[in-house]
């Protein structure tokens, strides 16, 4: 076990500290569900003197010179491949990551760091033509001043750092507050990685709170200008209306229930492949994992055997296995939650093809056969379920994909890419992959959901766009004509 001695503090003003919240938040490792670490809450007075701490000191980390601030964020990206493996093994032990998914994802937060190192120099004027005689514009992008980040337990480190890497580079001052299951990796790690870059004191901030304790007083603080939120999309309605009330600026990168769409003339042993990886990585804990499999009738069956097939194959259990693909879930209260859903579905008619098993927090597969309308389908799982929903042809293969409140990710296998590009633009989705699986994400490219799956973008100019805001400044130099 790695030891986590001085991670297991809150990081206010430069400083690691004990909370002054009345709760211990005791982290357990999913796996072994031994305690690993174990926090004293952040406190109402916690969350303010970090969001001031953020304030009094991110105009002048503003100011720094853009070579200087760029310098930083990439040395943050270095720290992190001379650590890859402590910090691959924090995700196993703080989250329950398997070794393949904890690699990728520090290799997530390695690439969008070295790209929000470019962003120092596109915080830049542009200087847009007048209508008006001897005026000049000037439209300045500058920072927001202070951003509040709540992260989520399911890619903790690379979920955060996709809002904290940019939002530092642009100059903003930043507050993180990640789940309290994953503080470690989701959290404190972030900071020591950005205090050892050099990143100033007071410019980050990390707080781990009881919710039960400080309830909205993270959002509602009048300090911050955008609060960065991923998780559930009912908890995120809920800050969306906050930010409302408050004309803050929101991010919601929340859940989803993607479709993986097989047409009758798609490559069977290729899609089954993708179904099966786009399910089972994480044991199904991403927002974007083939929730529901869509498969024309004519192929159903073959399908259905291949990909239950394929499954028995894959690697169950202990996640420090190299090859160990579904590791445990979060915590045992998932496990019920999930195993309740199977339940429903069955009563409601579904058809089990494999019937999964329990370890602990490990779940084997469940594999449903089932429509559109069963439990399973109907909602998210986050877990290693599936429904497998046959359809009588294209157009119904699409009414059942888009016959849902989300809309985040999605996949389409199809004879012909023309055939499956026409699909695809017609998936109420913000993200498609074609001949691919649901489960993507690249820094370069806009990243982010429709309908209940959320609002904003990641990832390229897009967070560029998202972490800052614009000032229009003009001169008028020739003294202008009024009409009067």
Known sequence: MVNYSGLDSQFIGGQWKKGTGSSTIDLTNPYTQEKIASFQSASVNDVDEAYQAANSTQEKWAGVNAFERSRIINEAARIMEVRRKELVELLIEDGGSTFIKANVEVDFCIAITRHAASFPFHVEATSPPSIVPGKKNKVFRMPLGVVGVIGPFNFPMYLAMRSVAPALAVGNGVVLKPDSQTALS??????????????????????????????????????????????????????????????????????????????????????????AFGKYMHSGQICMAVNRIIVHQDIYEEF????????????????????????????????????????????????????????GNVMSPYILKGTNEMSTAKNEMFGPVVTIIPAAS????????????????????????EKAMAFAQKMETGMVHINDQSVNDEPLVAFGGVKGSGVGRFGGDWSLDEFTTFKWISVQEEKRQYPF
Do not use: Q, W
């Not at 119904?396 to 999605?410: F, K, P, V």
């Open 186 to 275: 989701g959290g404190t790690v972030l900071g020591k990685i950005f205090e050892e870059a050099g990143v100033p004191a007071g410019v980050l901030n990390v707080v781990v709170p009881d919710i039960g304790e400080i309830g909205d007083a993270f959002v509602e603080h009048p300090i911050p200008r955008m609060i960065s939120f991923t998780g559930s999309t009912g908890v995120g309605r809920h800050i969306g209306e906050i930010c409302g009330r408050m004309i803050k600026k929101v991010v919601l990168e929340l859940g989803g229930n993607n479709p993986f769409v097989v047409l009758k003339d798609a490559d069977i042993e290729r899609a089954v492949e993708g179904a």
């Open 304 to 359: 259905s055997n291949k990909y239950v097939e394929f499954t028995k194959k894959i690697k169950v259990g202990n996640p420090s296995n190299e090859d160990t693909l579904i590791g445990p879930l979060i915590n045992h209260k998932a496990v019920g939650r999930i195993l309740g859903e199977v339940e429903k579905a069955k009563e409601e008619g579904a058809v089990v093809l494999l019937e999964g098993s329990v370890d």
């Open 394 to 417: 294209e157009e119904e293969a699409l009414r059942i994909a888009n016959d849902t409140e989300y809309g985040l990710s999605g996949s389409v296998h199809a004879g012909t890419v």
